[in-house]
């Protein structure tokens, strides 16, 4: 079992940013990959980026190229988020997740463990 844990969320204006982590307990070395994703209200949940726990590669949605930056601390078991030049569409809810997943599925949902998520609101 792997229990995942967000922090991080906030409020902020655009153009702000903000720090997302996510923790992750027990039996992680099962996990090839982490991601997070987010489900805007009235929409889809969505695969923001994603991170492999081997070599470290990265992947990102068109919409956060350039401004989001996810990257890991092995030691710490820690998945981090940064978010710059914040925008008021990525309001959301963020989730964490990891799991046994093949890179060409890393979009998908079948990720075996989520998080609880933790929210972040951009005002204009």
């Known amino acids: 079992q792997v229990q995942l844990v967000e922090s991080g969320g906030g409020s902020v204006q655009a153009g702000g940013s903000l720090r997302l982590s996510c923790a992750a307990y027990g039996y992680t070395y099962m996990s090839n990959l982490m991601a997070w994703f987010r489900r805007a209200p009235g929409k889809e949940r969505e695969g923001v980026a994603v991170?492999?726990?081997?070599?470290?590669?990265?992947d990102y949605a068109d919409l956060v190229k350039g401004r989001f930056t996810i990257s890991l601390d092995n030691a710490k078991n820690t998945v981090y988020l940064q978010m710059n030049s914040l925008e008021p569409e990525d309001t959301a809810m963020y989730y964490c997740?990891?799991?046994?997943?093949?890179?060409?599925?890393?979009?998908?949902?079948?990720?075996?463990?989520w998080g609880h998520g933790t929210q972040v609101t951009v005002s204009s």
């Open positions: 991170i492999s726990t081997g070599g470290g590669r990265t």
């Open positions: 997740a990891t799991g046994n997943v093949a890179y060409g599925d890393r979009w998908s949902h079948k990720y075996k463990y």
